[in-house]
């Protein structure tokens, strides 16, 4: 095809590890749909070889492609958009930072110098939340809000005409998003409930996985709590119609896909209220917020909902999700890409 604009996507392509497709594979693929051709880096599992391949990729794609895609976050993967940013820039290529992590407003504040490096010289910076636009153009650097993608014609709502203490938590067990405090509300539930139950999914990273375990055991919660480990997203979205809460328990984080799309799938949240969850919750309206580590605060939020006090919300997290769709954010990536 004459003219076909050629992409290099940078990220973390370990959907084969994790079963998990990622936010890269999904743009990518809609992309390609646009007659764009996307070559993606990298899946190494290990993270200095990755580094490597990633490096390697712009190397070889330097006089081939017409932009470069990175995503970005705050952990160590910082130095991957570091490294790759500059390189595009010595290959005098456009490149867009696509900025992830929840904490990535503290890495400004820490990396002066690095940062202007990466996001000063950037073709465009995205955010896919309003909480990273504004703390990037606090810090003077342009940015443009696109949304994560949600393919909304795949996300069945379910209308939940009676709600039963039973949730639902989904995401890694890391220490940021707190797992143990999922079990801490659980217990804490139970005593007017004693009822509920808890099913978590998904990945054991570091051990929160064993201190999640631990605090099953202390509590007794054995019969009432379930760790399915990792699922294929159709798995676990199969299994969330079993569930009538979501709660996210995390203490840093940007706009989480994995609250985004229970919200399509029409079960309400109770998230706590870091980083850019606040600009995808409105509190009462669409989802209840709370401040971090205080279970006993989610608690309450949860009687509420089980209470019927906020008999909307559901309803209403499903119509703003649906704003997140390509057909509603695809001229925002044509314009930047065409």
């Known amino acids: ?32 749909k646009e007659s764009f051709q996307v070559i993606i880096s990298s899946d190494k599992i290990n993270k200095s070889y990755r580094l490597v391949d990633m490096s390697y990729a712009v190397f070889k794609c330097r006089k081939k492609v017409d932009y470069i895609l990175i995503d970005t976050y705050s952990t160590s993967n910082f130095y991957y958009a570091l490294i790759t ?73 379910k209308i939940r005409k009676i709600i039963k203490p039973r949730l639902l938590w989904v995401r890694a067990f890391k220490e940021i998003y707190n797992p143990t405090m999922a079990i801490r509300v659980l217990k804490l539930l139970k005593k007017k409930y004693p009822d509920a139950t808890l099913c978590m999914v998904g990945p054991f990273v570091d051990d929160t996985y064993e201190q999640t375990k631990k605090l099953i055991n202390k509590f007794n919660l054995q019969d009432s709590v379930e760790l399915t480990g990792v699922l294929l997203k159709e798995q676990w979205h199969k299994r969330s ?54 279970p006993q605060l989610m608690v309450a939020s949860i009687i509420n909902i089980l209470n019927a006090e906020h008999p909307n919300i ?21 314009k930047i890409l065409k």
């Open 85 to 157: 940013s500059q390189l595009a820039r010595i290959f005098k290529i456009k490149y867009i930072p696509i900025l992830h992590g929840g904490n990535l407003p503290e890495r400004l504040k820490s990396n002066t110098l690095l940062s202007s490096l990466i996001f000063k010289n950037s073709y465009k910076n995205i955010a896919p939340s309003n909480y990273l636009k504004e703390a990037f153009e606090g810090y003077g650097y342009k940015t443009e809000f696109i949304p994560n993608i949600l393919e909304i014609e795949n996300y069945n709502y």
């Open 241 to 294: 119609e079993e569930f009538d809460i979501f709660i996210n328990t995390t203490n840093f984080d940007n706009t989480p896909v994995s609250v985004m799309e229970v919200m399509a799938l029409g079960l309400p949240v109770v998230s706590t209220n870091v980083g850019g969850l606040p600009f995808l919750i409105k509190d009462k309206f669409d989802g209840l917020l709370v401040p971090p580590l205080s």
């Open 1 to 32: 095809m004459k003219n076909r604009k050629k992409i290099l996507y940078i990220g973390n392509n370990l959907t084969k590890k994790t079963k998990y497709n990622t936010t890269l594979i999904l743009l990518s693929n809609l992309l390609q």
């Open 314 to 334: 559901s309803l209403n997290a499903r119509k703003k999700v649906e704003q997140f769709s390509w057909e509603n954010n695809r001229e925002k990536w044509l």
